[in-house]
């Protein structure tokens, strides 16, 4: 359709290509709205969802105290709808870096249950709802906390494949634990839409006021909720006063009480793709060339990385906006539609990968 396809050559590649050209997700059926993702934009951030999905939380206690929540989606049917079995595919769903479940990644989670996969949200300290226990919140970059979530996941799903999807600026958590693990990541495959490779570049730019405000102010609530626990480590008062994203997030994580640090050190140690040439798991990475949150593509994809690595996969369409790629009728995504069916083109072709080379089942 009016997509592009930049990767590496490879069987993989090949079959990947195979399975999205079948896809009728990439075959016309779209609406006017593309032509203004503005809008389009501000839809998906403002918009609540419908139907209310039913979701049944669980906390988990970290090795340093704090809390992190894991939403289990069971659809607005209740705890009898959807779901899979015991070894259905289990779909991870991280929101952008602010912790706003958007109505679109909702849906991608509804859409995944009537698949078949387990879909489960993660939310990082203090972030919707979830309770902060330790002065310490999760930096852009800094997969530690998604680590013993994965881990976790893993032991309580033994047999069956994990995968993950991100939304938006939450790609740099993503990106970040897939290049640090390697191919210790527990993960079968992995998808980011509308991904923010570049971090600093990112916070550093003029972002749409239409998405820097409605996220600012959504942090800055949740936030507030914590104000006396925080004050021992940070400038409250600064940090609520602040006018940007990078405001916030140096007065988080730069300007601490116990340990100040420069931007520019931050960002060595939380760039997603600091050790992308480690990462050891396909991952498909859905963009917009008119994404105005991103920025142009020019500057912000970073084409080489999908011309060198076996396992970086660039699906490039010119309209889409940012984590919108709407189609008819209206509150549809052919992103979601496509992003499942890479992972049912991964689990068929990693099962033909096992079954030619002999290869026993992951206990």
Avoid at 160 to 188: I, P, Q, R, T, W
């Amino acid at each position: 359709g009016r997509c592009c396809l930049l990767c590496k050559p490879s069987a993989l590649a090949q079959h990947l290509v195979r399975s999205l050209g079948r896809s009728a997700a990439l075959r016309g059926g779209r609406w006017p709205w593309p032509r203004w993702p503005q809008l389009q934009m501000l839809q998906q951030l403002l918009q609540p969802p419908e139907p209310e999905p039913v979701v049944a939380r669980e906390l988990l206690q970290l090795s340093d105290a704090g809390l992190v929540a894991l939403d289990w989606l069971v659809g607005p049917w209740g705890a009898a709808g959807g779901g899979g079995g015991v070894s259905s595919p289990v779909l991870l769903l991280i929101p952008n870096a602010a912790g706003k479940v958007t109505e679109g990644l909702l849906q991608l989670g509804l859409r995944a249950l009537e698949q078949g996969f387990i879909p489960v949200i993660f939310n990082r300290r203090g972030h919707n709802g979830c309770p902060l226990t330790t002065p310490r919140l999760q930096p852009f970059g800094d997969p530690g906390d998604l680590r013993e979530a994965v881990t976790y996941l893993r032991c309580r799903h033994p047999t069956a494949s994990l995968l993950a999807v991100s939304e938006g600026s939450g790609s740099g958590l993503l990106l970040a634990y897939l290049g640090e693990s390697g191919s210790s990541s527990c993960l079968a495959a992995a998808a980011c839409l509308s991904p923010i490779f570049r971090g600093r570049d990112w916070f550093e730019a003029a972002m749409p006021w239409l998405y820097e405000w409605p996220l600012l102010l959504h942090l800055k609530q949740g936030l507030s909720r914590y104000a006396g626990s925080l004050a021992e480590a940070v400038d409250v008062e600064r940090l609520l006063g602040s006018r940007s994203l990078r405001e916030l997030e140096e007065s988080l994580f730069c300007r601490t009480r116990s340990r100040p640090t420069s931007w520019e050190v931050y960002w060595e140690r939380n760039e997603p793709l600091r050790d992308a040439d480690e990462a050891a798991v396909p991952v498909l990475c859905l963009c917009s060339a008119d994404d105005p949150v991103r920025g142009p593509p020019a500057r912000s994809l970073p084409m080489e990385l999908f011309r060198s690595s076996p396992y970086f996969f660039l699906l490039l369409t010119q309209r889409g906006g940012h984590c919108g790629f709407p189609r008819r009728p209206p509150g549809r995504c052919w992103g979601h539609e496509a992003v499942l069916e890479y992972f049912r083109a991964m689990g068929e072709f990693l099962g033909t990968e096992e079954r030619r080379k002999g290869l026993p089942r992951p206990r």
